[in-house]
């Protein structure tokens, strides 16, 4: 049972551009969750989804951000005219079920 | 909503000896604690879990407390060894959203 995927692992963008993040979550999860990773500092939570629906997006920036988990394929969180201050790991994570999070590898996310 | 606190920040132990993270949440809704570990550039990993209505799990030398009245659990790691030195994460989950605290970099000295 192949672990959650993410790709890429690492993208760079300059200021602007837009940032597409892709989060294939484990065989049998329809839980998934965005987190973004600064520097030294701890997880902060984004956005829980399950197919087609958002649950929970308080953790995720009003303007610029979004995320989808579509009937087919992996789930994507969008980041749209890219600042410096959005550099930073974003993990996604998966659960079968309430609890158990499994964390992704993370994309670093460098915005120049 | 859920506010963690983690303590301490950083911490050195000698090979062998026990090391203690701690955690206190705010609130009492909350009712799944999971303890990851994350070493550098590395994914966070789940090492260990607790839900509400069970005061203490162990798993070979790492184990957790949960004080629901005083809102605070507790990472103990016995005869630590070098490939423990990583940051620990706890976290509160409250309705699928996960709270985390700001972590604790472990370096064991051998």
């Known amino acids: 049972n192949a672990g959650v995927m993410q790709n890429p692992r690492h993208l760079v963008r300059r200021r602007g551009q837009e940032a597409r993040l892709r989060c294939s979550p484990m065989?049998?999860?329809?839980?998934v969750y965005w987190y973004r990773q600064l520097p030294e500092e701890g997880l902060k939570f984004m956005v829980y989804?399950?197919?087609?629906?958002?649950?929970?997006e308080s953790g995720m920036p009003k303007e610029r951000f979004s995320a989808e988990f579509p009937k087919e394929g992996p789930s994507i969180l969008r980041i749209q005219q890219v600042v410096r201050g959005d550099s930073a790991a974003y993990f996604c994570?998966?659960?079968?079920?309430?609890?158990?999070?499994?964390f992704g590898p993370g994309t670093r996310l460098t915005v120049t | 909503g859920e506010n963690v606190e983690q303590h301490p920040s950083t911490l050195s132990v000698q090979e062998g000896d026990s090391a203690v993270i701690k955690c206190t949440y705010s609130d009492s809704a909350s009712n799944y604690f999971p303890w990851y570990k994350q070493e550098l550039g590395k994914r966070p990993q789940l090492i260990i879990d607790?839900?509400?209505?069970?005061g203490e799990k162990k798993d070979q030398r790492i184990a957790v407390t949960l004080n629901k009245t005083a809102k605070h659990f507790s990472l103990h790691i016995t005869e630590t060894q070098p490939e423990d030195s990583a940051v620990y994460f706890c976290a509160a989950d409250y309705y699928q959203k996960v709270t985390f605290g700001t972590g604790t970099k472990l370096q064991v000295i051998p």
């Open positions: 065989k049998g999860h329809s839980h």
């Open positions: 989804l399950q197919k087609e629906n958002i649950i929970d």
């Open positions: 994570a998966s659960s079968p079920r309430l609890y158990e999070q499994y």
């Open positions: 607790i839900r509400s209505n069970v």
